[in-house]
Protein backbone atom coordinates (compact mmCIF):
# COMPACT_ATOMS: atom_id res chain seq x y z
CA UNK A 1 0.00 0.00 0.00
CA UNK A 2 1.59 3.27 -0.99
CA UNK A 3 1.98 5.44 1.83
CA UNK A 4 4.20 9.03 2.70
CA UNK A 5 4.80 11.22 5.39
CA UNK A 6 2.31 13.46 6.78
CA UNK A 7 2.25 16.64 4.65
CA UNK A 8 2.82 20.02 6.22
CA UNK A 9 -0.54 20.61 4.51
CA UNK A 10 -2.67 17.98 6.49
CA UNK A 11 -0.47 19.13 9.95
CA UNK A 12 -1.94 22.18 9.28
CA UNK A 13 -5.80 21.24 8.93
CA UNK A 14 -5.15 19.22 11.72
CA UNK A 15 -4.08 21.63 13.93
CA UNK A 16 -6.96 24.43 12.76
CA UNK A 17 -9.81 21.87 12.69
CA UNK A 18 -8.50 20.83 16.12
CA UNK A 19 -9.38 24.04 17.92
CA UNK A 20 -13.25 23.32 16.54
CA UNK A 21 -13.19 20.67 18.89
CA UNK A 22 -10.35 21.70 21.79
CA UNK A 23 -13.68 21.43 24.59
CA UNK A 24 -13.86 17.66 24.26
CA UNK A 25 -16.59 17.84 21.68
CA UNK A 26 -16.93 14.30 20.18
CA UNK A 27 -18.73 15.02 16.53
CA UNK A 28 -20.65 11.91 14.94
CA UNK A 29 -20.90 10.92 11.24
CA UNK A 30 -23.56 9.58 9.89
CA UNK A 31 -22.06 6.33 7.54
CA UNK A 32 -25.04 5.26 4.88
CA UNK A 33 -24.12 2.07 3.61
CA UNK A 34 -26.41 -0.37 0.65
CA UNK A 35 -26.73 -2.33 4.04
CA UNK A 36 -28.46 0.45 6.16
CA UNK A 37 -27.45 3.24 8.70
CA UNK A 38 -24.44 3.33 11.14
CA UNK A 39 -23.51 6.34 13.07
CA UNK A 40 -19.95 6.56 14.85
CA UNK A 41 -18.93 9.00 17.23
CA UNK A 42 -14.93 9.97 17.10
CA UNK A 43 -12.99 10.45 20.14
CA UNK A 44 -11.40 13.67 21.00
CA UNK A 45 -8.42 11.78 21.98
CA UNK A 46 -7.44 11.22 18.66
CA UNK A 47 -7.61 14.66 17.53
CA UNK A 48 -5.42 13.99 14.01
CA UNK A 49 -7.55 11.18 13.01
CA UNK A 50 -10.62 12.84 14.36
CA UNK A 51 -9.95 15.94 12.24
CA UNK A 52 -8.88 13.67 8.83
CA UNK A 53 -11.82 11.61 9.09
CA UNK A 54 -14.15 15.21 9.06
CA UNK A 55 -12.09 16.55 6.28
CA UNK A 56 -12.69 13.55 4.03
CA UNK A 57 -16.09 13.30 4.83
CA UNK A 58 -16.86 16.98 4.03
CA UNK A 59 -14.70 16.55 0.81
CA UNK A 60 -17.09 13.10 0.04
CA UNK A 61 -14.09 11.70 -0.29
CA UNK A 62 -15.91 8.42 0.82
CA UNK A 63 -18.53 8.70 -1.38
CA UNK A 64 -19.45 5.36 -3.54
CA UNK A 65 -16.74 3.48 -1.95
CA UNK A 66 -16.86 0.04 -1.24
CA UNK A 67 -16.63 -2.24 2.39
CA UNK A 68 -13.94 -4.12 0.33
CA UNK A 69 -12.55 -6.42 2.97
CA UNK A 70 -14.95 -8.44 5.68
CA UNK A 71 -14.03 -11.02 7.37
CA UNK A 72 -16.48 -12.88 9.96
CA UNK A 73 -15.73 -12.65 13.91
CA UNK A 74 -13.01 -10.22 13.29
CA UNK A 75 -13.91 -6.77 10.88
CA UNK A 76 -15.66 -5.25 8.14
CA UNK A 77 -12.86 -2.55 5.86
CA UNK A 78 -13.72 0.59 3.97
CA UNK A 79 -12.01 3.46 2.67
CA UNK A 80 -10.03 2.05 -0.53
CA UNK A 81 -10.01 5.53 -2.97
CA UNK A 82 -9.54 2.81 -5.50
CA UNK A 83 -13.03 0.67 -4.83
CA UNK A 84 -15.65 3.12 -6.41
CA UNK A 85 -16.59 1.44 -9.35
CA UNK A 86 -13.88 -1.15 -9.33
CA UNK A 87 -14.71 -4.63 -11.53
CA UNK A 88 -16.09 -7.65 -9.74
CA UNK A 89 -13.51 -9.32 -8.33
CA UNK A 90 -10.47 -7.09 -8.37
CA UNK A 91 -8.55 -7.22 -5.58
CA UNK A 92 -8.49 -4.14 -3.62
CA UNK A 93 -6.85 -2.63 -0.05
CA UNK A 94 -3.93 -0.95 -1.79
CA UNK A 95 -6.16 2.38 -2.90
CA UNK A 96 -4.91 5.31 -0.49
CA UNK A 97 -3.72 9.02 -0.58
CA UNK A 98 -0.56 10.25 -0.50
CA UNK A 99 0.13 10.85 2.95
CA UNK A 100 0.00 8.77 6.81
CA UNK A 101 -1.03 9.87 9.83
CA UNK A 102 1.19 9.13 13.22
CA UNK A 103 -0.22 6.71 15.33
CA UNK A 104 -2.79 8.13 18.08
CA UNK A 105 -2.86 4.56 20.30
CA UNK A 106 -4.60 5.54 23.37
CA UNK A 107 -4.35 1.69 24.90
CA UNK A 108 -5.60 0.52 27.29
CA UNK A 109 -8.38 3.10 27.62
CA UNK A 110 -9.47 2.14 23.62
CA UNK A 111 -9.13 -1.23 22.94
CA UNK A 112 -10.38 -4.17 20.13
CA UNK A 113 -13.89 -4.65 21.60
CA UNK A 114 -16.96 -4.26 19.24
CA UNK A 115 -18.02 -1.53 17.29
CA UNK A 116 -14.28 -0.14 18.04
CA UNK A 117 -13.83 2.46 14.42
CA UNK A 118 -10.12 2.03 13.75
CA UNK A 119 -7.35 3.01 10.92
CA UNK A 120 -6.19 0.77 8.83
CA UNK A 121 -2.47 0.70 7.92
CA UNK A 122 0.56 -1.49 6.76
CA UNK A 123 2.45 -3.83 9.00
CA UNK A 124 5.24 -3.48 11.34
CA UNK A 125 7.81 -4.54 9.21
CA UNK A 126 7.54 -1.62 6.63
CA UNK A 127 5.90 0.67 8.96
CA UNK A 128 7.24 0.20 12.73
CA UNK A 129 6.10 3.39 13.90
CA UNK A 130 2.46 2.08 13.26
CA UNK A 131 0.76 5.20 10.87
CA UNK A 132 -1.99 4.85 9.51
CA UNK A 133 -3.74 4.59 6.39
CA UNK A 134 -5.21 8.33 5.32
CA UNK A 135 -8.44 7.09 4.54
CA UNK A 136 -8.59 3.01 4.78
CA UNK A 137 -10.45 2.30 8.53
CA UNK A 138 -12.13 -1.10 9.79
CA UNK A 139 -14.89 -1.53 12.19
CA UNK A 140 -14.31 -4.26 14.56
CA UNK A 141 -17.22 -7.53 15.10
CA UNK A 142 -14.80 -9.68 16.65
CA UNK A 143 -15.91 -13.50 18.45
CA UNK A 144 -16.71 -13.60 22.29
CA UNK A 145 -14.04 -14.86 24.59
CA UNK A 146 -14.56 -17.29 27.63
CA UNK A 147 -12.47 -16.48 30.50
CA UNK A 148 -10.36 -19.76 30.10
CA UNK A 149 -9.46 -18.35 27.03
CA UNK A 150 -8.70 -14.76 28.22
CA UNK A 151 -5.83 -16.68 30.98
CA UNK A 152 -4.25 -18.32 28.31
CA UNK A 153 -3.98 -15.43 26.34
CA UNK A 154 -2.67 -13.37 28.74
CA UNK A 155 0.15 -16.28 30.15
CA UNK A 156 1.03 -16.67 26.21
CA UNK A 157 1.80 -13.28 25.58
CA UNK A 158 2.81 -11.64 28.98
CA UNK A 159 -0.34 -9.04 29.52
CA UNK A 160 -2.46 -8.36 31.79
CA UNK A 161 -5.53 -7.29 30.59
CA UNK A 162 -8.58 -4.51 32.53
CA UNK A 163 -11.18 -5.94 34.02
CA UNK A 164 -13.11 -3.60 31.50
CA UNK A 165 -11.32 -5.30 28.80
CA UNK A 166 -11.94 -8.89 30.33
CA UNK A 167 -16.02 -8.08 30.31
CA UNK A 168 -16.01 -6.57 26.80
CA UNK A 169 -14.38 -9.74 25.45
CA UNK A 170 -16.41 -12.14 27.47
CA UNK A 171 -19.92 -10.02 27.15
CA UNK A 172 -19.62 -8.13 23.30
CA UNK A 173 -16.81 -9.94 21.83
CA UNK A 174 -13.99 -8.32 20.14
CA UNK A 175 -10.07 -8.87 18.46
CA UNK A 176 -7.53 -8.36 21.40
CA UNK A 177 -4.78 -9.70 19.42
CA UNK A 178 -4.75 -6.10 18.17
CA UNK A 179 -4.49 -4.45 21.42
CA UNK A 180 -2.01 -1.48 21.62
CA UNK A 181 -1.13 -1.65 17.39
CA UNK A 182 -3.80 0.22 16.10
CA UNK A 183 -4.84 3.26 16.30
CA UNK A 184 -8.75 3.19 17.42
CA UNK A 185 -10.28 6.64 16.96
CA UNK A 186 -14.22 6.44 17.86
CA UNK A 187 -16.68 4.11 17.99
CA UNK A 188 -20.37 3.17 16.77
CA UNK A 189 -23.14 4.30 18.65
CA UNK A 190 -26.34 3.16 16.85
CA UNK A 191 -26.49 0.62 13.82
CA UNK A 192 -23.97 -1.96 14.73
CA UNK A 193 -26.83 -4.58 13.52
CA UNK A 194 -25.76 -3.26 10.17
CA UNK A 195 -22.31 -4.16 11.26
CA UNK A 196 -22.78 -7.75 11.87
CA UNK A 197 -24.53 -8.28 9.15
CA UNK A 198 -22.27 -7.20 6.63
CA UNK A 199 -19.66 -9.27 8.51
CA UNK A 200 -21.53 -12.18 7.29
CA UNK A 201 -22.12 -11.57 3.97
CA UNK A 202 -19.82 -14.60 1.17
CA UNK A 203 -16.70 -13.17 0.02
CA UNK A 204 -14.42 -14.29 -2.31
CA UNK A 205 -10.30 -15.75 -1.63
CA UNK A 206 -9.60 -12.11 -1.15
CA UNK A 207 -12.39 -11.21 1.77
CA UNK A 208 -14.24 -8.94 -0.92
CA UNK A 209 -17.67 -9.17 -0.77
CA UNK A 210 -19.10 -11.03 -3.72
CA UNK A 211 -22.06 -8.24 -4.06
CA UNK A 212 -20.82 -4.99 -2.93
CA UNK A 213 -21.51 -3.17 -0.22
CA UNK A 214 -21.59 0.38 -1.19
CA UNK A 215 -20.80 3.37 1.05
CA UNK A 216 -23.50 5.49 -0.20
CA UNK A 217 -22.41 8.91 1.55
CA UNK A 218 -20.85 9.90 4.97
CA UNK A 219 -21.92 13.23 6.52
CA UNK A 220 -21.60 15.18 10.09
CA UNK A 221 -24.56 15.30 11.94
CA UNK A 222 -23.43 16.35 15.23
Do not use: W
Not at 167 to 186: C, K, R, S
Not at 187 to 210: A, C, F, H, S
Amino acid sequence: MKRMTVTALVCLFCLCAGNVFAQGEEPVVLIDTDMGKIKVRLYSDTPRHRDNFIKLVNGRQYDGLLFHRVIKQFMIQGGDVKSKDAPAGEKLGDGDLDYTLPAEIVFPKYFHKRGQLCAARTGDDTNPERASSATQFYIVTGKHFTERELDKMEAENGIKLTPEQRQAYMIDGGAPHLDGAYTIFGEVIKGINVVEKMQLVPVDENNRPLKNIKIKSMKIVK
